[in-house]
């Protein structure tokens, strides 16, 4: 069965800092990967996807960034965070947008 | 840009109530998924409807797709807190590319 892995699960983190989340599927091969931030509990706001290795898509300007070195890994990055770069980052999984996403456990990151 | 609209945004019910929430959008979409996040967990996927029209039931939940695509409804018989949660629905339309638009979610709280 596919599992997906993101960690860590809370991080707290200076303004200024650098930032690296990591998100990792098991028992599936190409899939699509997303990275969500959820603010205050309520809509997904998509920031990148990725349909192959090495293949970005960004939807929103901002300071992040993402990168999917390995087939199923896939890590969010900031060289120097904002405050406003504080919520709940999503990690999830498809095999096709048509059947729907296998979401991570997510990463609370509050930004001081 | 929002395409998916839902209502209500919050609903507060008495264990044993009916509930009725709505995802609405101008759009028309292939496929239309309904999720529900628990606090601080990621969206569970509780079911994929492709067919105008067509109906899916999940124990006490009754899931709705609109004969023009571009609506669905959830309908929760006789409500348990276990209910409680926040129910987003996400569609796959020409303007989604390889991703989900999610709607901004209604927060349903089922208190014995």
């Known amino acids: 069965s596919q599992t997906i892995h993101q960690w860590p699960a809370t991080l707290v983190q200076p303004v200024g800092s650098p930032l690296s989340l990591e998100c990792t599927v098991e028992g599936t091969s190409n899939p699509n990967l997303y990275w969500y931030r959820q603010a205050a509990g309520r809509g997904l706001q998509l920031l990148f996807y990725?349909?192959?290795?090495?293949?970005i898509s960004s939807e929103v300007p901002q300071n992040l960034s993402a990168s999917r070195p390995q087939d199923r890994q896939f890590i969010l990055s900031s060289k120097k965070l904002l405050l406003s770069d504080s919520g709940f980052y999503l990690c999830a999984w498809s095999r096709h947008t048509y059947y729907g996403y296998t979401f991570g456990s997510g990463t609370r990151l509050t930004v001081v | 840009t929002q395409l998916l609209e839902q209502s209500p945004q919050f609903l507060s019910i008495q264990e044993g109530e009916n509930l009725t929430v709505y995802c609405n959008s101008s759009?028309?979409?292939?496929?239309l998924q309904w999720y529900r996040q628990e606090p601080g967990e990621g969206p569970v996927l509780l079911v994929t409807?492709?067919?105008?029209?067509e109906v899916k039931k999940l124990k006490r939940l009754t899931f709705q797709f609109g004969d023009a695509r571009k609506d669905s409804s959830l309908h929760i018989t006789a409500a348990q807190p276990g209910d409680t949660g926040l129910y987003l629905c996400a569609g796959v339309s020409v303007h989604s590319g390889y991703a989900l638009n999610f709607g901004k979610g209604t927060s349903l709280l089922v208190t014995p």
């Open positions: 409807v492709v067919t105008g029209g």
């Open positions: 990725s349909v192959g290795i090495g293949q």
């Open positions: 759009s028309v979409f292939s496929s």
